[in-house]
């Protein structure tokens, strides 16, 4: 099933890599405006793996790291591959806490050159080829990684179904950890603090809500995402999206 948002499209994964992956995506924009700033791309708690799509792709393949600040991207023909919070951990030999805010090429899949299939994927323009493709590649490599640790995960995930507004110190509880022992092992599998983490969530999930019922003032949504005040909501949009929220929303 694909989402479309514009130029850009997100394709499920197979029910196999549904745990491990949050979707595929492509973006095509050949329009002379693409070369101007566009909307930021902002902090989401996720890991992507990104082929730059223009021939000769000349092995343009990249990794954008966990992000703790919006990034600006002119590039016109992608297609992704996002991995679900911390599931990325299983692909990358390097703690993710190694990887943030880094952007990087790579050369090879654990064994698939990389090359090869920069190349094939340039050159078809079936987004489904794509991804059966990229799908049996990822069926081989992610099932024969081992698992993230169950408390870690469980801790995502409350952290994803309270839409961030759970504290850290109970989240903490809930898995018998120290909020100490909790951040090092969450910066190990995702790159980032509970903490950042909760607020990523709280924000993008603000932003969808503004997407869908723009009538909503500042002051409503502060209050339906769990912030103290609408100040409190804009100081912490303003940390993860880099601006305050009535210009972020001029360019939605």
């Known amino acids: 099933m694909a989402l479309q948002y514009n130029h850009y499209i997100e394709y499920s994964p197979p029910v196999c890599l549904q745990s491990l992956l949050h979707c595929y995506w492509s973006y095509f924009d050949n329009s002379v405006k693409r070369l101007s700033p566009t909307i930021p791309v ?11 799509l223009n021939l000769p792709t000349q092995s343009q393949c990249f990794v954008v790291g966990p992000m703790t600040k919006p990034i600006q991207s002119t590039k016109n023909n992608l297609f992704g591959i996002r991995f679900k919070p911390g599931m990325a951990s299983l692909f990358f030999r390097s703690p993710l806490k190694e990887m943030v805010d880094q952007i990087f090429t790579i050369n090879d899949f654990q064994g698939c050159n990389v090359d090869i299939l920069a190349d094939y994927l340039a050159n078809i323009n079936c987004p ?59 910066q190990r599998y995702t790159g980032l603090t509970p903490k950042f983490f909760s607020q990523v969530i709280r924000i993008n999930r603000l932003i969808d809500i503004y997407k869908t019922n723009s009538i909503y003032g500042f002051g409503d949504l502060a209050q339906i995402c769990g912030y103290y005040d609408q100040s409190h909501m804009i100081n912490e949009f303003k940390k993860v999206t880099g601006v305050a929220p009535s210009l972020f929303f001029k360019k939605v």
């Open 42 to 52: 902002i902090p989401d708690g996720c890991v992507d793996i990104i082929f730059d």
């Open 128 to 186: 489904q080829q794509r991804i059966l493709r990229i799908n049996s590649i990822f069926q081989k490599i992610l099932s024969e990684q081992p698992v993230i640790e169950r408390e870690i995960q469980y801790a995502i995930n409350i952290i994803e179904l309270s839409n961030g507004r759970v504290s850290i110190k109970d989240v903490a509880q809930k898995i018998d950890f120290s909020r100490q022992h909790l951040t090092r092992k969450f």
